[in-house]
């Protein structure tokens, strides 16, 4: 309920911006032309007196002839103010109402409906007040170090890979998977073991896609599933899932850490699927392989997963070449 007071305060703000906006305008071109404020006063008058015309209800033609005049009085000082403002190099619309949305203008209803951007400041809200929650700190990719990866990282006996190189081409897809973030949009799913720069990359992801505008929310796939299971029991209120379903941008982090239930497993499904949907991305690291999601999720689930771009991860754990100084 706090985020609809807080869109339709944020929409009442928005106006109150537009007009003040509006008055400044108002009073510079008044000051630049003295002629404006007298242009004014006849629009105003010749408005209230249609109104009071309009009031008396008489269907004479000399009662249709006078509001003739006066509605021609009124369009010729509208004209005059728009060659005024186009000659000193103004559009002609610089002192028309200043709306935000066009289609309410800026009073949150459109077709005795709230109005979608309404909607879109509950939705932003509701995610800001979600990660201001989150343990997570956004990350960046400057700080995204390819250098501490292995030139060459061992799997097996006999078998090995350019570690650096595949991190390398990692880093670069989800940089610009951020940078050209659009709607509908495919998902990423980041596997590898711990400590190999998912989280970092998936948090980079984020950050990036909230700076163009977009609404993001980030958290640990445990904290999520056990907020959207207190509320679905009623030991919490809220409405999580509507809220991680809508996000246009939803990171998904460590997947697989939380308790096996059937409950997390048809949360963790629904929410992709109804994403999935939507067209909404979703960014998913986790240190289960393939074999072991299926395992603890079900082959349903890890179907969905077809369509997203799949990033594996190699290498020794960062964390612990930065704090102990080992080298690769």
Known sequence: ?????????????????????LELRRLE????????????????STGAKLAQLILERKNSDVQKERIDMIQAENVAASARIKELLMSAGYPPNYLESIYTCEICRDTGIADSSRCECYR????????????????????GFETFEVELYPEIYKLNEGESLP???????????????AENFHLPGFGLLLTGRTGLGKTHLSLAIAGKVLEQGYNAIY????????????????????????????????????????FTSSFYASVFYNLINSRMNYGNPTVISTNLSMEELKERYGERLVSRFVSMKILKFYGNDIRQIKRFGSSP
């Open 120 to 139: 879109n400041a509950v939705r932003r809200l509701a995610a800001k007040g979600i990660n201001s929650t989150s343990p997570l700190v956004l990350t």
């Open 1 to 21: 309920m706090k985020y609809y007071v807080q869109a339709e305060d944020e929409i009442k703000q928005r106006r109150q911006a537009n007009a003040k906006q």
């Open 29 to 44: 071109i008044s000051q630049r032309f003295a002629e404006y404020k007298q242009l004014r006063e006849i629009m105003a």
């Open 219 to 258: 958290g640990s796939a445990l904290d999520f599933f056990r907020k959207v299971e207190d509320e679905h029991f009623g030991r919490e209120k809220g409405n999580t899932m509507d809220s991680l379903q809508s996000a246009e941008l939803l990171v998904l982090d460590d997947i697989g850490t939380e």
């Open 163 to 177: 570690a650096r190189e595949v991190m390398r081409h990692n880093f670069d897809y989800c940089k610009n998977y």
